[in-house]
């Protein structure tokens, strides 16, 4: 027997932003891997019938190895059950949903992918952040500044030189004062405009606007998880309206859970 592996992009957050084929998919579960960061209004959804298992992967403390998430996925769908990694985001944009699929493929496992919303295109817009607006930017890029081993990516540093550019900058909080010093030696503007977005789409949502001077003392203290926004668009945080995060009935998740 062979089941079946489902990568199921999750959002940013907000139940609301999930898609209906990841809201449909999670009645098919038998097994779902979830992650810490995916929220419990979203854990909610996920059908009592369905065996949870959490496999947290966090920065500095990984309660589960990614060889020990692929031999749990291929342990079930080989007893022929319907297994859903659920994963923060969209499972391809730094969300290592491409080692699990190919592992599952040379495993004969039938596998699908499910688009998720990234935090790196809805914290901008929930903010109040247009990364490409017409006379602010005309290209944008998205960056990781976490690499394997706990390790520091700053090779992308240098696209902050880039006049009328965007750099969004996921796994980035925890490095700001690397990122900043990096930056401030490369001869970067120092008044270059930084937005640090925490919680995006939640009800715990903040925003800190501040200059890459000042990158690393407003880090400090910003919650997790956040991504940075660097660029001139990000002087529309005060323009552009925000997003609305709203509170969903206990009802709705009894509903779902009982499906």
């Not at 084929?21 to 960061?37: N, S, Y």
């Not at 090779?155 to 006049?163: A, E, K, Q, S, T």
Request: charged share 20%; glycine share 8%; with cysteine.
């Amino acid at each position: 027997m062979s089941g079946k592996l489902y990568l199921i992009g999750c959002g940013p957050g907000d139940a609301d932003l999930l898609t209906l084929k990841a809201l449909k998919t999670f009645q098919k579960l038998d097994v779902a891997l979830i992650d810490h960061l995916l929220s419990q209004e979203i854990i909610d959804l996920i059908p009592v019938h369905t065996n949870v298992i959490f496999v947290g992967k966090e920065k500095g403390h990984h309660s589960v190895t990614q060889s020990e998430i692929n031999r749990i996925i291929v342990e079930h769908a080989s007893k022929g059950l319907t297994v859903g990694r659920l994963k923060c985001g969209d499972p391809y944009l730094f969300g290592r949903g491409s080692e699990e699929a190919v592992y599952a493929a040379e495993n004969a496992l039938d596998v699908e992918v499910i688009p998720g919303i990234s935090s790196a295109l809805s914290a901008p817009l929930s903010a109040g952040i247009a990364p490409t607006a017409r006379g602010y930017a005309t290209g944008m890029s998205i960056v990781s500044a976490h690499l394997a081993g706990d390790r520091v990516n700053l090779g992308w540093v240098p696209l902050l030189g880039m006049r009328n550019h965007t750099t969004v900058v996921l796994m980035g909080l925890s490095r700001a004062t690397q990122i900043a010093e990096e930056a401030l030696t490369l001869r970067i503007d120092p008044l270059l405009p930084v937005a640090i977005i925490s919680n995006a789409t939640t009800a715990d949502q903040e925003t800190v606007v501040t200059t890459l001077a000042d990158l690393a003392d407003a880090a400090k203290n910003a919650p997790r998880p956040a991504i940075l926004v660097f660029g001139n668009v990000v002087a529309l945080e005060s323009k552009l309206p925000k997003y609305i995060y709203e509170i969903k009935q206990e009802s709705y998740h009894d509903t779902a859970r009982a499906s």
